[in-house]
């Protein structure tokens, strides 16, 4: 198989992206992005700098206190910018995870016995699990929606079965982070909508791979993570800031009551917001476009980079169809590059051990997705997940299918 080419037909020149990322010196080919993607420069920096600077509370006086407003109200506005929402209504917290306990908390405060919910067996449990338990306080009744085992595929009309005139809030996830499926968020918007519920969206896995337009969606709440998209660890909520004053969370009685603030639970950490800031500059760096509103840049280099990714994914897929006993499960026709394996008569534990003792890494899990593995038959050990990310090459998709081969001759 050839070399990778420095730049592809999409304008996006993978050479230069990877000369970004020191980790990529260590010489392992990294398929592990959708649990957590590698570091470039720029990000490292800005996070370094933040922390060589004067830095305190946020205030107006001192310049620690500027460096950290200024730090809170720059991320604002590069998030809102990369999810086409309002920096009024960009809320950070610690992770996804804790965002979705603490809105569902709040949410909760007002449904009642008889209401439903409605969560699908294709989310990661962060966007299950917060919304059954705080339906089970509330006395709420849980709707499950079902996905296809056989196409991977998440139907707007599998939501719109289990919805009624009781529903107050669908939860789902804009991409499986096990199988890559894309559902139709527009359409299950239009559904939740018009039963007058609210839409709470995981983009956590989307957001690496896609442009993100929240009004578009038709989101209500939507949630991501940026350490998925070569960023730093914790976690981020987009929402319409008149919502968001409808909402009140536990609070500390000092703590101010504006929103996004009041969602904000003690001091931000600002050197990964910093590091945030640069990861979504970085991102709209990668595409062909270099001048323009940072929005325009975003879009037009998350769809360039879309294409590539893609075309690295179809690579796999097609070295993948000429290795006997591997099955892969990630078939819906729209989704992220990752893929799900499953290897006849083989542990994918063993292969992910094999893989990663010659510098491949594709770990073997359910990764979170548990009942999404379930639903597949795997139980809850799932299989070995193929993820991509930008920095990925076609000389590391070339290693990854090496690997695979010898592992199924029983190599070593």
Not at 293 to 303: G, K
Request: aromatic share 6%; charged share 20%; net charge negative.
């Amino acid at each position: 198989m050839s070399a990778p080419d420095n730049n592809s037909g999409s304008g996006y020149d993978i050479g230069a992206v990877r000369r970004q990322f020191p980790a990529l010196e260590a010489g392992s080919a990294h398929f592990d992005g959708p649990g957590g993607t590698q570091t470039p420069l720029p990000v490292i920096e800005a996070m370094s700098g933040a922390l060589a600077n004067p830095l305190s509370n946020r205030g107006t006086v001192t310049p620690g206190e500027r460096n950290a407003e200024a730090t809170v109200a720059d991320t604002r506005r590069a998030l809102a910018d990369l999810l086409g929402a309002d920096p009024s209504g960009i809320v950070f917290g610690r992770s996804a995870t804790q965002l979705a306990y603490d809105v569902s908390r709040t949410l909760a405060k007002t449904w009642r016995p008889g209401d439903e919910i409605v969560v699908t067996r294709l989310d990661h449990d962060a966007n299950i699990r917060p919304w059954v338990q705080a339906a089970a306080a509330a006395g709420a009744t849980v709707r499950w929606a079902d996905f296809d085992p056989g196409t991977a595929e998440l139907a707007p009309e599998a939501i719109g079965a289990v919805l009624s005139d009781r529903t107050r809030l669908v939860a789902v996830t804009a991409a499986s982070n096990l199988l890559g499926t894309r559902p139709d968020i527009p359409g299950i918007a239009r559904l939740a909508h018009g039963a007058g519920a609210l839409l709470y969206v995981d983009g956590v896995h989307y957001t690496a791979h896609s442009p993100v337009d929240v009004g578009r969606l038709g989101a209500d709440f939507f949630a991501c993570s940026p350490y998925k998209f070569l960023g730093p660890h914790h976690g981020v909520l987009a929402a319409r800031p008149e919502l968001l004053e409808t909402l009140h969370p536990d609070k500390l009685l000092p703590s101010t009551d504006a929103v996004p603030e009041r969602f904000e639970l003690g001091t931000l950490p600002y050197e990964l917001l910093a590091g945030t800031r640069a990861a979504v500059d970085f991102l709209a760096g990668l595409g062909p476009r270099r001048d323009g509103p940072r929005r325009e840049r975003l879009v037009s280099a998350l769809t360039a980079l879309e294409a590539y990714e893609d075309a690295l994914r179809a690579r796999i897929e097609a070295g993948l169809a000429g290795l006997e006993g591997i099955t892969v499960h990630s078939r819906a026709a729209d989704r992220t590059p990752t893929l799900l394996l499953t290897i006849e008569g083989r542990s994918t534990v063993d292969a992910y051990r094999y893989l990663a003792a010659r510098g491949v890494d594709a770990p073997s899990g359910s990764f979170y997705a548990l009942e999404a593995s379930r639903r597949l038959g795997l139980g809850d050990t799932g299989g070995l997940r193929v993820g991509l990310a930008p920095y990925n090459d076609t000389r590391d998709a070339d290693r990854l299918l090496e690997g695979l081969s010898d592992f199924l001759r029983g190599a070593g």
